[in-house]
Structures are given as structure tokens and as C-alpha cells.
């Protein structure tokens, strides 16, 4: 990985420490907020804290700003999926969340059926599941949903199937100003170029990007290159990047594992904040740690202080 010059000072043991503070992750002299991105919380940091029930879903914005002095977030509707058509309870999140002080930007969508489907049924009716969670991102104020873009049969198949099934999705959200975005997940959704080409097929400017700096993978759903056990065929992620960013509408830092500098051992995170940063992109970046050997508050911490210290440094 090609490090910036300017270091930065995570010792080891304070990232292994659960109880370290938030000040002891800088010590990088003076920064002022206009130098600073925006930055998000992907609602996916916290997944294993929810998935067993130690943190509430209802107070994730809270949680965000209290816990990570962090004031915009991303949700994801596995944890709310008994609640996906309750209108009243997505009325009193949005309280919550502003309350708390906290913006509403994105649902990601998953566990829903396939919106490249080569059935032209399935097609639609996995279009339709689409429309509860688009509702309830209006009524957070969401600016989107992210989905997720799989199917199957040949490339070209799959294209045209794509196309339909995304350009129905966009149109119904459209008529809500609710963008539909795409993130790489793995497959044929980490192909840059082959998903471009769709969203310029489908045309219309309520489809974009989210772009993942992991989950670039072609041979593996959902895309992680944590590790390259499974993966052995990467789509090469400046490239991936510098394709997406110009139809992004957010911007997805995801994060593994950090040596004894604050570093991610398995993205390179200056070379791809500067393609961010070189972009006409003027979004959130959202906190997305994924990591194994550490703890879910940590990790979100270290890739805070990360994204924050290389984008001080950036030309």
C-alpha cells in the first residue's frame, strides 16, 4: 500500500483497547471543519451489536451521534424488517433521528428478490418489494435506497433484464424523489464498466453509484476482498472508483484491519479518498467497518480518524 507521508498515530494498543476515547485517536495538530469530508454511519458498522440484540435499531441515530459524534447516517432495513410498511414507525425514527440531531441519507436494501430477474413476473414483483422500503425512506427524508443489482443468465440477458427491472424500480422512485443507487457487491455488480453501461441504458437521473472501496470481487456474491481466500478475480478498485464516482450520491468507506500507523492493511485509502476528492462528488462518506479483529466501536473510530487525518493531507 502506498502510504501518505503525514502518519498517523494509532498505537496498536489503543486500537485494541475497547475503552479508548475518541481525542486519543488525534494527535495531528490543527484542523479546521472546511478541510474536513462528510461523513456518515453505515448502519452495517454496528451489524454484529444488532444482530444480537446488545444495541436497539430504533436508536441508531442516537447511537451515532452520541457514541461517534457522527451527524448523518445509513440504514439497513434487515434490522426493521418487521416494520417495512408501518408508516407510523418510520414517522417516529424520523423524530428520532431529528431529535438526536442526526440526517437521514440512505436505506440499503437487502434480502429482497432479484431486480435483474430473467422471469419477467419475478422481475417485477422483486421491483414491487422495492416500493415499502422507498416509502420509508421518504419518510426519513433518505435522499436514496441502495439495492442490490443481481440476476442471472448471459451478459447480455442479464443486461437487458437489468435495465428493465432497474428503469421500472427508478421510475416508481423518481415519482417519490427518492434516488435508486448501486453499490459493488460482488459478481457482475463489481464490473464498473458492465454496471455504467446500464445506468446509462436506463438514463434517467434519479439511478446512481455507491461506490465501495472493498467488495470488488467478480467471482464471489456481495464482493469482499478482506481476504482473497474465495476471491480470484478483482475488478481493480481505482478503476471501479474513478468509473462510479461520476454518478455517485454517496460514497461507501468500507474498512477491515489497520497496522501500528491507523492504515487499512487491504485498501488504500489515499490513493482512493484523492479519486473522491478529485471528483466533482460533494456527498457523505459513509463509515462502513467490516473487520474481524477488533471491536464494531473501534473500528468505526479508526476509520473515522483515518478518512479525517488522509483527506487533511490530500492536494
Known amino acids: 500500500m502506498q502510504k501518505n507521508s503525514r502518519r498517523i498515530f494509532i498505537k496498536k494498543t489503543a486500537i485494541a483497547t475497547a475503552a479508548i476515547s475518541m481525542p486519543s485517536l488525534y494527535s495531528f495538530g490543527n484542523k479546521t471543519d472546511n478541510n474536513m469530508p462528510k461523513i456518515s454511519l ?21 447511537i451515532a451521534k452520541n457514541d461517534y459524534n457522527i451527524s448523518a447516517i445509513e440504514y439497513v432495513n434487515q434490522f426493521y424488517a418487521e ?18 440531531g442526526v440526517e437521514s441519507l440512505i436505506m440499503m436494501v437487502d434480502e429482497e428478490e432479484k431486480l435483474g430477474d430473467s422471469n419477467a413476473d419475478k422481475r417485477m414483483k422483486a421491483v414491487e418489494d422495492h416500493y415499502k422500503w422507498i416509502n420509508a425512506a421518504k419518510i426519513l427524508g433518505c435522499h436514496s435506497i441502495r439495492v442490490n443489482a443481481f440476476g442471472a ?29 448501486l453499490e459493488n457487491h460482488g459478481l457482475h455488480t463489481s464490473n464498473a464498466s458492465f454496471m455504467t453501461g446500464i445506468i446509462k441504458a436506463v438514463d434517467n437521473p434519479y439511478l446512481g453509484t455507491l461506490p465501495d472501496f472493498g467488495n470488488w470481487c467478480l467471482n464471489e456474491e456481495w464482493g469482499s476482498t478482506q481476504t482473497t481466500k474465495n476471491c480470484t478475480n478483482i475488478y481493480p478498485p481505482e478503476e471501479g472508483i474513478a468509473e462510479f464516482l461520476p454518478f455517485a450520491k454517496g460514497v461507501s468507506a468500507k474498512s477491515y484491519a489497520f497496522d501500528a500507523e491507523g492504515f487499512d492493511t487491504v485498501i488504500d485509502y489515499p490513493k482512493l479518498l484523492q479519486l473522491v476528492k478529485n471528483s466533482s462528488f460533494d456527498g457523505h462518506i459513509g463509515i462502513e467497518f467490516e473487520g474481524e479483529n477488533m471491536s464494531e466501536p473501534e473500528g468505526i473510530k479508526a476509520t473515522k480518524a483515518l478518512i479525517e487525518e488522509v483527506w487533511a493531507t490530500l492536494k
Not at 437489468?162 to 415519482?175: I, R, S
Open 42 to 62: 453505515a448502519q452495517w458498522s454496528l451489524n454484529r451489536a444488532f444482530f444480537d440484540k446488545t444495541l436497539d435499531p430504533v436508536n441508531f441515530a442516537s
Open 83 to 100: 416494520n417495512a410498511a408501518n408508516e407510523k414507525f418510520w414517522a417516529e425514527m424520523t423524530t428520532r433521528a431529528s431529535d438526536a
Open 153 to 181: 443468465g448471459s451478459p447480455d440477458e442479464l443486461e437487458a433484464s437489468l435495465v428493465d427491472g432497474l428503469g421500472k424500480l427508478t421510475e416508481y422512485a423518481a415519482k417519490e424523489k427518492v434516488h435508486v443507487i
